[in-house]
């Protein structure tokens, strides 16, 4: 038997299986979906095997035993209720010719119009150590409660080159594209949000909301956004890209490193702040390392509790982006 269930050695059906945003290796089981030409009756384990729905690939992993789902990036992955990942240990993977990408990933997963109360999001997160990498997730849906993209829930969950898009809700209060209630959640090369579809009227809709107990009892505690990209098209000055409404919304340390906020071009304002919390931090700090604002606020963020760091752009040749005052 070999070191791995990998019998072609670093590679299996022609996909790396280490580095290079490619499969890791693991001693679990690997499952693979093709939405456009999968069968729920198949196997699962091979590419021209697939399964159909990641619903039904979710059901085949088995926690804490490290198992991998494979998303083969040929056609939009259709969700008909928000999947909750219960389990732990998961790694969910889109397949893409180009790996790596923090926009525009080859799979996509999508939640339409539902009626159901539950489907608060495309996909909601309260295992541990789950990882998703190299995946678009979307939200389109109408339904009152589901005013979420991706819902973080979880503890040591990864996020690795997503995309998260929320087109729907643009005028509804809380709404947003990720929910950050995770404990130890790391976000990397993410790109949340979007400079198309316009925020409408006097709103906090950001693209991360960490108010404490969107899930009941989560708190987003020691957190990262590390490279990530975060969009807004705003229509006023009171729309965010981060926000949490309540003094005890992080607890111990929540980091942006190398992040942009990014106001579309066409926005019809700027934002007052970018960061913002309903009341100064008391159970944690806030920490902006070397973060670049683009036609957005002036002041990262004026709460108390939140710290920005990094240098003073000069209007030099460097290629710093400055912010027009």
């Known amino acids: 038997m070999g070191l791995t269930n990998f019998p072609n050695g670093v590679s299996s059906f022609g996909i790396p299986v280490i580095g290079g945003g490619g499969l890791p290796a693991t001693k679990g089981n690997v499952y693979f979906v093709d939405y456009g030409s999968g069968n729920d009756g198949n196997r699962g384990k091979s590419p021209d095997r697939a399964f159909k729905t990641l619903a039904y690939a979710y ?30 240990r998961v790694a969910i993977i889109g397949l893409d010719n180009s790996p790596g990408r923090n926009y525009g ?45 991706f819902v973080d829930a979880g503890e040591y969950t990864q996020l690795l080159n997503c995309e998260i898009y929320k ?24 790109y949340i949000g979007s400079t198309a579809n316009a925020i409408t009227g006097a709103i906090i809709r950001p693209t991360v909301l960490m108010t404490k107990a969107i899930v009941s009892g989560k708190v987003a505690r020691d957190v990262s956004f590390i490279d990530c990209t975060f969009a807004r098209k705003c229509g006023n000055v009171a729309n965010r890209f981060v926000y949490g409404a309540n003094a005890s919304d992080v607890e111990r340390m929540c980091l942006f490193k190398n992040c942009i906020f990014w106001n579309a071009a066409l926005a019809a304002a700027t934002p007052a702040q970018n960061v913002a919390f309903g ?10 390392k070397g973060c670049t604002a683009i036609g957005a606020a002036t002041a990262m963020s004026t709460t108390t509790g939140v710290f920005v760091d990094g240098p003073i752009p000069a209007a030099d040749t460097t290629g710093i982006a400055l912010q027009a005052t």
């Open 167 to 190: 087109s729907t809700d643009l005028n509804v209060t809380g709404a947003a594209e990720l929910v950050c209630n995770g404990d130890s959640s790391t976000y990397i090369n993410c």
């Open 105 to 149: 990933q080859a799979a996509k997963v999508s939640l339409g119009v539902t009626t159901a109360a539950t489907d608060i999001g495309t996909i909601k997160d309260n295992g541990v150590r789950n990882v998703y990498q190299n995946i678009k997730f979307m939200n389109s849906n109408t339904v009152a409660e589901g005013i979420y993209c």
């Open 59 to 88: 059901t085949k992993v088995t926690s804490n035993n490290f198992d991998i789902i494979c998303l083969i990036g040929s056609d939009t992955h259709v969700l008909t209720e928000m999947l909750t990942v219960a389990k732990n």
């Open 279 to 288: 009341a100064s931090q008391t159970q944690g700090s806030v920490l902006l």
